[in-house]
């Protein structure tokens, strides 16, 4: 199974819904990264968690939380999301943190209203 | 902060012509990854490049690394519409990691 799955595949909300985007790898990886990306833009890392630990937090803000219930679940939960946050949110793993490809799932589109 | 851009950002080609696509990253790195992603989809590795002189190949595209030059290529030969996408670059240190800034390209029949 070389699969990440995510759910939902879309998503709207409104800035005070309390919402959460699920994403799921049965590949034996260890590291596992939340992306975001803007229209026509590329990805930018968001979280990065290694052996269910976070390792990188690159300074988003804390309307988004990150969780990882084990080695092959990662939550991100939403909260008073503001509509510039609307943007395809991407979850990929990897065999290990950072320094081996990187296999992606095909994302949450989220619109904040 | 690591950059890591890319040229040309759109391209448009027509179908048998061959081109490449430059990725310059502006700190030291032995490890690059190539991606195409089709609007609205996912992204899909296409290559990983580990080393210093790093060549691949797969079909119609194949990819290289000069880590001392801190550029890799990507080089399309007798392109086809199939292969009409964006195409990112990715690098990482070990603790950054960073897309570039994508190539949009059209192939034209």
């Known amino acids: 199974d070389t699969e990440v799955t995510q759910t939902p595949k879309h998503l709207v909300m409104g800035m005070t819904n309390k919402k959460s985007l699920k994403c799921e790898q049965h590949m034996g990886h260890r590291a596992m990264y939340w992306y975001k990306q803007k229209a026509k833009k590329p990805p930018e890392l968001m979280f990065v968690y290694s052996y269910e630990k976070l390792s990188i937090n690159e300074s988003v803000p804390s309307r988004f939380s990150p969780e990882c219930p084990n080695s092959s679940l990662l939550n991100l939960h939403l909260h008073a999301l503001q509509p510039e946050d609307s943007a395809l949110y991407l979850c990929?793993?990897?065999?290990?943190?950072?320094?081996?490809?990187?296999?992606f799932g095909p994302g949450t589109r989220l619109t904040v209203t | 902060e690591l950059k890591v851009e890319q040229n040309p950002l759109f391209l448009s080609m027509q179908e048998g012509k061959n081109y490449t696509i430059y990725c310059n990253y502006s700190t030291t790195s032995d490890r690059l990854y190539w991606y195409r992603q089709d609007p609205g989809k996912s992204l899909e590795s296409l290559f990983v490049l580990l080393s210093n002189g790093a060549v691949k190949q797969e079909g119609r595209l194949m990819a290289s690394l000069d880590t001392k030059a801190r550029l890799s290529t990507l080089h399309i030969t007798a392109a086809v519409h199939d292969l009409s996408a964006t195409y990112f670059c990715a690098v990482d240190t070990g603790n950054q990691f960073y897309f570039g800034t994508g190539t949009s390209l059209t192939v034209i029949p």
């Open positions: 990929a793993s990897s065999q290990h943190s950072l320094v081996y490809e990187q296999y």
